[in-house]
């Protein structure tokens, strides 16, 4: 059974930063495939950042240098790092995992992933 748990979430002031973080149990990170998706109320699901088991990182347009996605294999978990927060990254943030390998741009899909954790809510006030 694998299990995904975020926190991290909050209230935050536009410009700020949070880092988000999200434990697995029941599969290593180091040898998964994991990625970050939001939601915002009225919107589909979107796609964050990915992270393969080599450590290639994929980033959204709308996040590119602003997040950043890490992993520590002794906590088993994977973090997303958020600077320059805006009033537009509001959502829910749900963590994922994919137990095969990414091919071509399929991390971006949210079907294309087995295992979601509950979210965790982030509210950017202007």
């Known amino acids: 059974q694998v299990q995904l748990v975020e926190s991290g979430g909050g209230l935050v002031q536009a410009g700020g930063s949070l880092r988000l973080s999200c434990t697995a149990s029941?599969?290593?990170?180091?040898?998964?495939?994991m990625g970050w998706f939001r939601q915002a109320p009225g919107k589909e699901r979107e796609f964050v950042v990915a992270i393969s088991w080599s450590s290639n990182t994929y980033y959204a347009d709308s996040v590119k240098g602003r997040f950043t996605i890490s992993r520590d294999n002794a906590k088993n978990t994977v973090y997303l790092h958020m600077n320059s927060l805006k009033p537009e990254d509001t959502a829910v943030y749900y963590c994922?995992?994919?137990?095969?390998?990414?091919?071509?741009?399929?991390?971006?899909?949210?079907?294309?992933?087995?295992?979601w954790g509950q979210g965790t809510q982030v509210t950017v006030s202007s």
């Open positions: 029941g599969r290593t990170v180091s040898s998964t495939n």
């Open positions: 994922a995992a994919r137990r095969s390998g990414f091919s071509s741009r399929d991390y971006e899909v949210s079907s294309a992933y087995n295992y």
